[in-house]
């Protein structure tokens, strides 16, 4: 199952928005449809959008008529700046753009072709690099899994948020791999239900034990016992370790911390802003009321209900018990430990 790829001159995707009532696939050829691609979580998840944003880069600029590599600096500039306006707290995205970017401006003098397959060979790389990096990150955090461990889990930070196994998820697949007896209960992630759709679905598929629960059951779970460790994925670290994700997230650390469970959140270095010294800087999309007053298209609420719909919340750092990057296992403070990533 690929979530993402380069085939035919298309980037195929998966339409997530689709899962798990169809597994259908999308051949994007266009800028355009790329970024409503993003926008509309038919790519989602961190790293994905991050590789989808340098994808889409290639699709904004393979057709450029520039004959200077100036003008062709100028297009690139203006596709960037627009895929920097699909979704705006996962900063992969930004990473990816400034990567892609980076390229041009290291080979300013070469011909508009040559820049053109440079990008294309620059997407492939990211879209290679993340599948090692799920890999690495996998290894690192299964060292802190232990066999028969149940483990929850918020939104999907998997498959199909990667190009390869995942962040969180690939921690308990790699465990799985390790021989390790585990059991995952999946929050179903309202309002556009991630873990419902995508975690359960995708867990079922690799022959994991999984449960799905609703995210507020999760308190009375921790309170029963039923719960050994958490692993979440994330969108944007800031400097201090404070760490966005996925609305819900910051309530689960909450109640890990005082039924003393352990709570880990798994990302690559990608993910990390160190521009932003705290959590507070990091921007939080707001999404469509109607994701809140629909379930699944289906109204469940007054129509012109008033909703606030933040898609992300922070978790402050005192609340994560460690951080596992591809580069090892991060631990407090952490205003020490990330600084080695730089
Ligand atoms: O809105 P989404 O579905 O893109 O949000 C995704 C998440 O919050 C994930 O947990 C996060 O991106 C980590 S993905 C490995």
Same mark, same amino acid.
């Given at each position: 199952?690929?979530?993402?790829?380069?085939?035919?001159?298309?980037?195929?995707?998966?339409?997530?928005?689709?899962?798990?009532?169809?597994?259908?696939?999308?051949?994007?050829?266009?800028?355009?449809?790329?970024?409503?691609?993003?926008?509309?979580?038919?790519?989602?998840?961190?790293?994905?959008?991050?590789?989808?944003?340098?994808?889409?880069?290639?699709?904004? $600029?393979?057709?450029?008529?520039?004959?200077?590599?100036? =003008?062709?600096?100028?297009? @690139?500039?203006? *596709?960037?700046?627009?895929?920097?306006?699909?979704?705006?707290?996962?900063?992969?995205?930004?990473?990816?753009?400034?990567? $892609?970017?980076?390229?041009?401006?290291?080979?300013?003098?070469?011909?508009?072709?040559?820049?053109?397959?440079?990008?294309?060979?620059?997407?492939?790389?990211?879209?290679?690099?993340?599948?090692?990096?799920?890999?690495? $990150?996998?290894?690192?955090?299964?060292?802190? *899994? =232990?066999?028969?461990?149940?483990?929850?889990?918020?939104?999907?930070?998997?498959? @199909?948020?990667?190009?390869?196994?995942?962040?969180?998820?690939?921690?308990?697949?790699?465990?799985?791999?390790?021989?390790? =007896? @585990?059991? *995952?209960?999946?929050?179903?992630?309202?309002?556009?239900?991630?873990?419902?759709?995508?975690?359960?679905?995708?867990? $079922?598929?690799?022959?994991?034990?999984?449960?799905?629960?609703?995210?507020?059951?999760?308190?009375?779970?921790?309170?029963?016992?039923?719960?050994? =460790?958490?692993?979440?994925?994330?969108?944007?670290?800031?400097?201090?370790?404070?760490?966005?994700?996925?609305?819900?997230?910051?309530?689960?650390?909450?109640?890990?911390?005082?039924?003393?469970?352990?709570?880990?959140?798994?990302?690559?270095?990608?993910?990390?802003?160190?521009? @932003?010294?705290?959590?507070?800087?990091?921007?939080?999309?707001?999404?469509?009321?109607?994701?809140?007053?629909?379930?699944?298209?289906?109204?469940?609420?007054?129509? /012109?209900?008033?909703?606030?719909?933040?898609?992300?919340? *922070?978790?402050? /750092?005192?609340?994560?018990?460690?951080?596992?990057?591809?580069?090892?296992?991060?631990?407090?403070?952490?205003?020490?430990?990330?600084?080695?990533?730089?």
């Amino acid at each position: 199952m690929k979530t993402i790829q380069w085939r035919k001159n298309k980037v195929r995707i998966i339409d997530q928005t689709k899962l798990p009532l169809k597994l259908a696939y999308l051949d994007l050829d266009n800028l355009k449809s790329m970024w409503w691609a993003i926008r509309k979580l038919k790519v989602r998840g961190a790293p994905a959008i991050g590789i989808a944003a340098g994808f889409g880069v290639v699709l904004g $600029m393979r057709n450029s008529h520039a004959k200077t590599s100036l =003008k062709f600096k100028q297009e @690139l500039k203006r *596709v960037t700046n627009y895929l920097r306006k699909a979704r705006p707290t996962a900063v992969n995205l930004f990473w990816a753009l400034e990567r $892609m970017e980076r390229q041009v401006f290291a080979h300013h003098h070469k011909s508009p072709s040559f820049l053109k397959e440079l990008l294309l060979k620059e997407a492939l790389k990211i879209t290679q690099e993340d599948r090692d990096i799920c890999r690495r $990150m996998g290894r690192f955090g299964a060292g802190l *899994v =232990k066999k028969n461990d149940v483990i929850l889990t918020h939104c999907n930070a998997g498959a @199909l948020a990667t190009a390869d196994y995942g962040t969180a998820l690939g921690v308990i697949y790699e465990a799985k791999k390790q021989g390790k =007896k @585990l059991k *995952v209960y999946a929050d179903e992630t309202r309002p556009v239900l991630q873990g419902a759709r995508l975690t359960s679905w995708e867990l $079922m598929k690799n022959k994991i034990d999984v449960t799905l629960i609703c995210d507020n059951m999760a308190a009375q779970l921790m309170k029963e016992g039923k719960i050994d =460790k958490i692993f979440v994925g994330a969108d944007r670290i800031a400097a201090n370790g404070d760490a966005a994700n996925k609305i819900g997230t910051y309530s689960l650390a909450v109640l890990a911390d005082f039924h003393k469970i352990p709570f880990y959140v798994v990302a690559p270095v990608s993910t990390f802003d160190f521009c @932003l010294k705290s959590g507070k800087d990091i921007p939080i999309e707001q999404r469509n009321p109607q994701e809140v007053r629909e379930v699944f298209g289906k109204q469940v609420a007054p129509k /012109n209900v008033k909703v606030y719909n933040p898609a992300f919340d *922070v978790t402050p /750092n005192s609340l994560i018990s460690a951080i596992i990057t591809e580069r090892g296992i991060l631990r407090k403070p952490y205003e020490r430990s990330l600084r080695r990533l730089k």
